[in-house]
């Protein structure tokens, strides 16, 4: 079946709200016999004449007005359809998201995004997801809405970002750990025992590296795969736990804190989603909405 040309179907709209060759010309922005030889393609292709002589003047046929009010929704349809997605008014959106997070996240972040959503998008729903790794599968498949954490390695070269804060390690004790009083020396840090946080099982990573140069070494009692789990262990015995100062704030309440006494890398927290949802309004709505909330900060 042979397609119809669908450039036709402006032409027609103009053509049949002005009621006249010239005057669809004028608004088409062609000359007179240009939007004749229009007409003659209108009129082959819809098997009517749709304007005819009566009298000086031309009138609609019959079948020209039925299709008048068609061909207008059609090109607005077809306008709205071909031109980026207007913003959503949170209001409007019936959806459940779907956010993988790192450990700390609910706790730090989550009462201020039901906040939000109370406020200003009672028909979303959330489900946090525990990250266990950082394949991006989840979100390739779209398993996963949003993704909160560091991008590392195992991140799909197409998966877009956008850094939400930055953060650093810290130690974290007991209240009335010996390393609660004074000041926290490599030589006094490396002495205690420690527990380790590995997704993957490793038992060294960067503070290791900083102490190795100052001949140092942390004993390793514990070896975890959360910072939750890590900070459960430090605050019932005398293990330290070293851990994100930002990400784990609520988690450490009651804890004594202090500055690492060796250097480490800072951390980017991101946040990280597929780009098939990146022109999507509701979606939009949400990097928004969970940049404003994290960031502290109004989205660009």
């Keep these: 079946m042979t397609m119809p040309d669908l450039n036709l179907l402006v032409t027609l709209d103009v053509l049949l709200t002005e009621g006249s060759v010239a005057g669809a010309a004028r608004r088409l922005k062609l000359s007179p016999s240009a939007m004749s030889r229009a007409l003659a393609r209108l009129r082959t292709a819809t098997g009517d004449p ?32 071909l031109r980026p997605a207007e913003d959503v008014d949170p209001a409007s959106i019936v959806r459940m998201f779907a956010l993988r997070v ?18 200003d998008a009672p028909g979303v729903r959330l489900r946090f997801v525990q990250k266990v790794n950082k394949d991006s599968a989840p979100l390739r498949e779209g398993l996963i809405d949003l993704e909160i954490g560091v991008i590392g390695e195992e991140t799909a070269p197409e998966i877009r970002t956008r850094a ?22 490599p030589a006094r840090f490396a002495a205690c025992r420690h527990v380790s946080v590995s997704r993957r099982g ?41 851990v994100p100062e930002r990400h784990t704030a609520r988690l450490r309440d009651g804890m004594h804190t202090f500055g690492l006494p060796v250097g480490t890398p800072p951390l980017t927290v991101s946040m990280l989603w597929h780009p098939r949802m990146e022109a999507d309004p509701a979606h939009r709505w949400l990097r928004r909405w969970v940049y404003e909330v994290c960031a502290g900060a109004p989205a660009d």
């Design 50 to 81: 749709l304007l005819v002589r009566a009298g000086r003047d031309l009138v609609l046929t019959p079948r020209a007005l039925e299709l008048r009010e068609q061909a207008g929704r059609l090109v607005l349809d077809a306008g709205r359809m």
């Design 202 to 242: 490793r038992e060294r990573g960067a503070i290791d590296a900083a102490l190795a140069p100052l001949g140092l070494e942390r004993p390793v009692a514990v070896l975890v795969g959360s910072f939750a789990t890590a900070l459960a262990l430090a605050r019932a015995s005398d293990l330290v736990a070293s």
């Design 102 to 119: 790192t450990d700390g996240f609910v706790e730090n972040y989550g009462p201020a995004l039901l906040e939000r959503l109370e406020r």
């Design 164 to 185: 939400l804060f930055r953060d650093r390690f810290v130690g974290a004790v007991r209240a009335d750990h010996p390393l609660a009083a004074g000041d926290v020396t």
